[in-house]
Structure formats: C-alpha cells, structure tokens
C-alpha cells in the first residue's frame, strides 16, 4: 500500500484532540450533576449487562466503556483522510476500485464516526435512546463494506453511469430502515447476517483471483474479530476484569472491533486489478 501522507496523520491526529478535549471539559462541568437523571433508561442503568461500574449521577456514567468508542472515531476519521486524498488526485484505472471511487471512503469514514459517538452516547448515558443510536449504528459501517462490495462487482450500469450513488444510498436506506425499526428485529439476527453478506462477498475475489489483494488484512481483521467477541462474553460472564478496572472486556470488544474494521478497510485499498476496469468517478 501507498505511504499515508503526513497531512492525514494531523488531519486524523487533531480532530481526535480536540474531540477528547470537548468531552473531557463536558465531563468534569457535569460531574456529579445526574445530566441524564430526566431521560428514559434502559435497562442496564439498573441491571448492568457487563462488569465495569455504573456511576448514575456522572455524565459518563461508564468510563472505559464510553472512552473506548473514539477507537471507531478514529478509524473513521482516517477513512475520510484517505477519501479527500483520492478526491484530489490522479486516479489512474490501475487502482483498486476503492481508491477509484473516493465515495465509499466517506460513506464508511461517516459510518465509523456515527458508531463512535452512537456507542459513546449510549454507554455514557444508559438510556433507552442511547440503546437505540448504540444498535442501529453498529449496522452503518458493514453497510458501507457491503455497498463497496456490491459496487466493485457491478461498476457502471447499462449506460455506463457509475453505480456507487445507487449502493451508497441504499446503504443508507438500510441504515435508516435499521434505525428506524431497531425494536422490531433482533441485533443477534441482524448483525450476524451482515457479517455473512460482507464475506460472501469476499469469495469470488478469493476463488476466482478477479484481483490482486494483501490478504494478510483480511486474516487480520477475521482474527481481530475473534479477539473480541472472545473478550465480550468473558466481560458478560464477570471474568474479564474487576468493575473498577480500565481494562474493561467490552471496551476492548470496542478496541478490537475498531480494529477488525481498520484491517478491512486497508484490505479494500490494497486491490489491484488484473485488467484495467473503467474508472468510476465521483
């Protein structure tokens, strides 16, 4: 892969800053204050579902578990770096279709951020509307993967207009329709099938070497995975860590997801193609 240009490190480097300053000085005006003692909780407020410990009357009223979500800012503010990169110079056909179709970069740097600050404002407040952002973003940024996916096998329609403004807004539909019906359905149903779609997609590319990729990501970000899902039950079981410690078991679920998603990004970027597909352009 490319060398990341330093501008993306400070792009990424001081957005992150000044974000952990503004929560930091909202944390310590409302410390104490009970912000939330007026919205609806969910259920975890009384009957916590993972070990770290509750603090009601705090604006973050969990810690590690709150903080950990700037791992998702983070990788989303990287996706967008590289997009405004792609956006701004050559593309040659030669490219994968990722860095040829800068779109899908801000569509999953977008969904990334949307996770991060769903998740925080959910585990910070513990509030029925936290629990709902929380789940519906956990969809955005698979969705973003599975549009990438869907792109890269149909690029152009029949009049050679580039399909992505057709993936990336029926990712966002479905991101809508996720939210917007989050009570109906089962997070353990959904999510799952999202992870299926987003490697079946992976296959043809596997099996039929439709490109050239650096595939040690993709065992990377399968392995991340299981990291953290390994850390999650040990958190809901009570057996990862101590309430008051800041080596939380979801919070590293929320490190290592971050993670897993960072991988499959770099994975997507490293395609070369073996023929010289027509560019798509934003």
């Excluded at 603090?55 to 709150?66: I, K, M, Q, S, Y």
């Excluded at 110079?89 to 779109?103: E, H, K």
Aim: with cysteine; net charge positive; glycine share 8%.
């Amino acid at each position: 892969m490319e060398r990341t240009p330093v501008w993306i490190h400070l792009f990424v480097g001081g957005n992150l800053a000044g974000l952990v300053v503004l929560l930091f000085l909202l944390g310590r005006c409302y410390a104490g204050r009970d912000f939330w003692q007026d919205w609806t909780p969910s259920p975890e407020l009384r009957h916590p579902a993972y070990a770290e410990r509750v603090f009601p009357g705090d604006l973050f009223r969990t810690r590690a578990n709150t903080w950990s979500n700037l791992a998702y800012v983070w990788v989303g503010l990287y996706a967008l770096g590289f997009g405004f990169w792609d956006r701004r110079r050559p593309r040659p056909s030669t490219s994968g279709y990722l860095v040829r179709t800068p779109a899908f970069s801000f569509l999953f740097g977008i969904a990334c951020i949307y996770l991060g600050l769903a998740s925080a404002y959910f585990h910070a407040s513990l509030t029925r509307s936290g629990q709902r952002w929380d789940v519906a973003a956990m969809y955005a940024p698979l969705l973003a993967i599975i549009a990438l996916g869907t792109g890269r096998r149909w690029p152009r329609l029949k009049g050679r207009r580039p399909t992505w403004p057709l993936f990336a807004g029926l990712a966002i539909l479905a991101g809508y329709l996720l939210f917007r019906y989050k009570w109906s359905m089962r997070s353990g149903v959904v999510l799952p099938n999202l992870i299926f779609a987003t490697a079946a997609l992976t296959l043809p590319d596997l099996l039929f070497r439709r490109g050239q990729w650096q595939w040690r990501w993709l065992g990377l970000a399968t392995l991340t995975l299981a990291l953290a899902r390994i850390c999650w039950l040990l958190d809901v079981a009570g057996r990862f860590s101590g309430p008051d410690d800041w080596w939380q078991g979801h919070a590293f679920w929320h490190l290592l997801t971050a993670a897993s998603l960072a991988q499959l990004y770099c994975w997507q970027r490293s395609e070369q193609p073996i023929t010289d597909p027509p560019a798509a352009r934003v």
